[in-house]
Structures are given as structure tokens and as C-alpha cells.
């Protein structure tokens, strides 16, 4: 089984996180090559990838400088990394799972009756999609701030990149109005679930 894994530089408040094919003690002095870095902890996952990703995203803003895998964290700050990990990788990850499996299945024509727990999840995730709306927002606002600041420049240095590329894209519209039997012939029909909040 694989595994993420922190591991600390030195006396320092700076911690690598990488991931590994294995926990295995020798692995992880193969994958540890650098001799200023010591394991501090490994979680086991079979997701390893999807966990590391998870962790750099969930932890952003104590990265240290542009390097994706260091992070600075308090002693505090690395006991909750740790915890946030294992509850990813024990409680969110199964549960999406077993989600996705339910995802192309065909449904009945009737709605189950919610239990209590059922509508205290409804009621929270309504409060937190109505915030999630207004961050967007605020994520928007201040983006187009930087954005303005950078102009015809490629960016600003140390802050955000914001540069022109030159990009082909297919045209399946007017591929589909040129040639409608061909298209048809490679649509692929699958049963899919919409999730709406009511």
C-alpha cells in the first residue's frame, strides 16, 4: 500500500510532503534521499495522489516559496495536517466512493423520506453554498484586481503569472452541422444522476 508522507528538515519548522508506492522503511530511506530530511509521520492510502494533491491545496498558504512539496508548520499546525490527512483519507475519500458508485445508476421513480441527520446535512450545506457563491465572488474581485495591475505585462514578479498562449480547440458545433451522421456515429449513450438542492 502506498503512502503520503511529512518529513522534517532539521530543527526546522519546514516539512516535505511527498508520497511513496510504499510505507516500507527501507522504500522510505530510498525516497528520503536527502539526508537534512527525517520521516516525521506516513499515512497509508491506496490514493496517495489524490491525498498529496488534497494537502497542497487544503494547506496552501504554508508552502514555502514556489515549492509545491515544502511547507512551514508550528508544532500545532503539523499534528492538524496530520489529522486533516488521516480524516481525508478514512472518512471523505470512502464516502465519495461510494458516491461515485451510485453515480451511474438508474434511479426509481419515487423520493426516500429524510431522516433528521438528512435535513441538519441539508440545511449546512445550503449555508455553505450560499457562502461558497460569495467567496467566488470575492475570489473574482480581487483576481480582476491583479489582472488589471498586470496589463500587457506576462505578470507580476512573486505574486501571479498572467501570460498569453495560443491554444486549438475543436469545433464540435460546426463539426456537427457539417457532418451530423458521423457525429452520431460516435455518441456514446450512458445514465447519469444530476445532484439539485431544492
Known amino acids: 500500500m502506498g503512502c503520503v508522507f511529512f518529513a522534517k528538515r532539521g530543527d526546522e519548522n ?7 508506492a510504499s510505507s516500507d522503511n ?4 530510498l525516497v528520503l534521499k536527502d539526508p537534512t530530511f527525517k520521516l516525521h509521520r506516513a499515512i497509508e492510502t491506496d490514493s496517495s495522489s489524490e491525498c498529496d494533491k488534497f494537502l497542497e491545496g ?4 504554508h508552502k514555502v516559496g514556489c515549492d509545491p512539496t515544502l511547507f512551514r508548520f508550528t508544532d500545532e499546525e503539523i499534528q492538524l495536517a496530520l489529522e486533516v490527512a488521516e480524516s481525508f483519507v478514512c ?10 458508485a451510485l453515480c451511474s445508476r438508474a434511479t426509481e421513480k419515487k423520493y426516500a423520506i429524510p431522516t433528521q441527520r438528512q435535513m441538519e446535512i441539508y440545511k449546512k450545506l445550503k449555508a455553505i453554498r450560499e457562502e461558497e457563491f460569495r467567496l467566488q465572488l470575492r475570489r473574482e474581485f480581487l483576481e480582476n484586481e491583479l489582472k488589471i495591475a498586470i496589463g500587457d505585462a506576462a505578470g507580476l514578479r512573486g505574486i ?3 501570460s498569453s498562449q495560443v491554444q486549438k480547440r475543436f469545433d464540435g458545433v ?18 447519469v444522476r444530476i445532484f439539485r438542492l431544492h
Open 58 to 61: 487544503y494547506f496552501g498558504s
Open 14 to 20: 519546514i516539512y516535505w510532503l511527498g508520497r511513496s
Open 26 to 29: 527501507r522504500v522510505m530511506s
Open 91 to 100: 472518512r471523505f475519500l470512502p464516502i465519495r466512493k461510494t458516491a461515485q
Open 174 to 191: 460546426l463539426f456537427k452541422s457539417e457532418n451530423p451522421s458521423l457525429y452520431a456515429s460516435y455518441q456514446k449513450e450512458k445514465t
Open 160 to 162: 501571479a503569472s498572467w
